[in-house]
């Protein structure tokens, strides 16, 4: 079965600075999609950033990037230039064959100024 | 493009009675909906897959006697808590979409049964 693992339920990183958040999966599929999701206190699920697991090439969106290790099952996102409104709970996720989306537990970013 | 409107966003109602909430794509044709559940401080639990025409694919543990899910369109998905008790009150959030394009979520539902 696959499964998402996120092991820091908390995160610290002062404003302008770079954090990088965890994520690991496990699956025997050859051919998924991996997501990161924010979630600020409004709870609306926000897509920050896909990978194709074809592509070995790193996503990125503007502040937001990702090192997607492909045989280490390992998709850490990296967010740099902290900003205030970056503070939220974030969601790795995984989707295969079934269509259906698999979440990690989360990590609380906090941002201070 | 690829919004999904959620609503109610919140909703109150008295135990024993039953709730619907609608999941809606407003700019395509989603021939998938998800149905989650999230409890605070929690990640999102699937329920049920949601085709259209079709019956809806439940997650083990999930009552689909309680859960009615109904998506008579391709626009629209209903969910509808039946005999809602205390707890049942959680946050329940629809993702809409095609496997080609990508799915997108509701703004999701607050409900609370007293």
């Known amino acids: 079965a696959q499964t998402v693992t996120q092991s820091q339920p908390e995160m610290s990183v002062q404003e302008a600075e770079t954090v990088t958040l965890s994520c690991t999966y496990d699956t025997s599929e050859s051919d998924y999609y991996l997501f990161w999701y924010k979630q600020p206190p409004s709870r609306q699920m926000i897509l920050v950033i896909r990978q194709e697991a074809y592509k070995q090439q790193n996503a990125t969106e503007n502040r937001f990037s990702v090192n997607f290790q492909k045989a280490a099952k390992s998709f850490s996102l990296k967010i740099s230039d902290s900003q205030l409104g970056d503070a939220a709970m974030y969601f790795c996720?995984?989707?295969?064959?079934?269509?259906?989306?698999?979440f990690g537990t989360g990590t609380r970013l906090k941002v201070l100024a | 493009g690829a919004v999904v409107s959620q609503h109610p966003s919140r909703v109150i109602c008295k135990s024993g009675t039953s709730v619907k909430i609608e999941c809606r794509s407003l700019d395509f044709q989603a021939t998938t909906m998800f149905w989650y559940r999230q409890f605070p401080k929690q990640s999102l639990m699937l329920m049920a897959t949601s085709n259209e025409g079709s019956k809806a694919t439940y997650e083990q543990g999930v009552e689909k006697d309680k859960f009615l899910i109904n998506h008579a369109s391709l626009t629209l998905s209903t969910l509808t808590v039946t005999s809602a008790h205390p707890e049942d009150s959680s946050f329940y959030i629809c993702?809409?979409?095609?496997?080609?394009?990508?799915?997108?979520f509701g703004s999701g539902t607050r409900l609370t049964v007293v």
């Open positions: 993702s809409a979409g095609t496997n080609n394009y990508g799915y997108t």
């Open positions: 996720a995984y989707r295969a064959g079934t269509y259906k989306y698999i």
